[in-house]
């Protein structure tokens, strides 16, 4: 639904751009590659680690190297810290532009 989005944004937003660089590959791209990633990610890890025992799953806990297990825990921590760092720097600029625009917009008192 994100690329949907972003892609209609684009093409309402700035047409002459869309019409120039937009070629229909690069959607299909962008609906497949969050999928890939998901897969590689998150199930590929969950199917090759997981057992369930006495009837209790346990996800990610059994490893055939240690090495593995600190690769995959590295990339988890990195791709989540990521993604939350990416928000708390939306936020700061939100703050920053917002402050502009009260100055620049604002009455100015003499």
């Known amino acids: 639904m994100v690329v949907i ?12 751009h869309h019409r120039k660089y937009y070629r229909p590959w690069m959607l299909t791209v962008g609906l497949i590659l969050p ?5 590689a990610v998150d199930l590929l890890p969950a ?6 025992i006495n009837g209790r799953c346990y996800p990610l806990m ?3 190297i240690v090495f593995m297990r600190k690769v995959c825990s ?3 921590i ?3 810290l990521d ?3 990416l928000s708390i720097e939306d936020k700061k600029e939100e703050k920053t532009l917002r402050g502009t625009y009260k100055a620049a917009f604002s009455p100015k008192r003499g």
């Open 47 to 52: 199917l090759g680690t997981s057992r369930i």
């Open 83 to 85: 993604t939350h760092l």
């Open 5 to 16: 989005t972003l892609d209609r944004f684009w093409k309402i937003v700035h047409p002459i």
């Open 78 to 80: 990195a791709i989540r």
């Open 35 to 39: 999928w890939l990633n998901g897969v």
């Open 74 to 76: 590295f990339n988890f």
């Open 62 to 64: 059994f490893w055939p």
